[in-house]
């Protein structure tokens, strides 16, 4: 198993450009999630999904679009990039058995500057 | 209000003695799981350590151990006999309730082990 896996590693973006950070996993988790990661602050929490077609805004959504058209794949999309999504972008996934005992496994992260 | 809170942004220890990293949480839920994932220079995320709300023993892995006080809402991971290698941040998180699907997360510690 691959476990969870983000492309691209590294990103550099001019202010107002697109693109989409992709992750998959091979796991079958239900429940796939996409957090920022900021000096000082944590990890805080952009956008979720709890399976295929449906997902849900986190702490940050603004900025950022989300789709989830198949278990195993739950892109992130930057619309219009502005310096303050500089950041490390980490997508995880999970079970969502209704137990509270399911850890979240992380992908590699993505590090993103947007100039 | 923080969901979880990590009042020790930094903390040292000397090799081979024992410390503990604090985290407080705050939830209305009686079902609940906390998390406590490392994270090292190079940067993914590594998963620990877990205790159930409902657990009445705290949880060990190894060199970790979770003094979980439910009454305080506090799950302090307990390091011992540290190593070089454990010198990385450590965040702690919650899970609420038996359909929760959001992950909350701290601040983290940055732990620097002394030779």
């Known amino acids: 198993n691959a476990g969870v896996t983000q492309t691209p590693k590294f990103q550099v973006l001019k202010t107002g450009q697109s693109m989409t950070l992709q992750c998959a996993q091979d796991?079958?988790?239900?429940?796939m999630s996409w957090y920022r990661q900021d000096p000082g602050m944590g990890l805080r929490l952009i956008h979720y999904?709890?399976?295929?077609?449906?997902?849900d805004q986190g702490e940050v959504p603004n900025g950022y679009n989300v789709s989830r058209s198949t278990t195993e794949d739950f892109p992130l999309r930057l619309l219009s990039a502005a310096p303050s999504q500089t950041s490390v972008y980490f997508c995880a996934s999970s079970y969502s058995s209704g137990l509270s005992t399911d850890t979240q496994y992380f992908g590699p992260g993505t590090r993103l500057t947007v100039l | 209000a923080q969901k979880i809170t990590q009042t020790q942004p930094g903390m040292f220890v000397q090799e081979k003695e024992a410390v503990t990293l604090d985290c407080t949480y705050d939830t209305s839920d009686q079902s609940y799981g906390l998390f406590w994932y490392k994270q090292p220079s190079s940067g993914e995320m590594i998963f620990l350590i877990y205790q159930g709300s409902y657990d009445e023993q705290n949880a060990t892995e190894g060199r970790y151990s979770l003094n979980f006080q439910k009454a305080r809402k506090s799950a302090n991971l307990v390091i011992s006999a540290s190593q070089l290698g454990d010198s990385a941040m450590y965040f702690c998180?919650?899970?609420?309730?038996?359909?929760?699907?959001?992950?909350?997360f701290g601040t983290g510690t940055s732990l620097t082990v002394i030779p």
């Open positions: 999904s709890v399976g295929a077609g449906i997902t």
């Open positions: 796991m079958n988790h239900e429940y």
């Open positions: 998180a919650m899970r609420e309730g038996f359909s929760g699907n959001q992950f909350y």
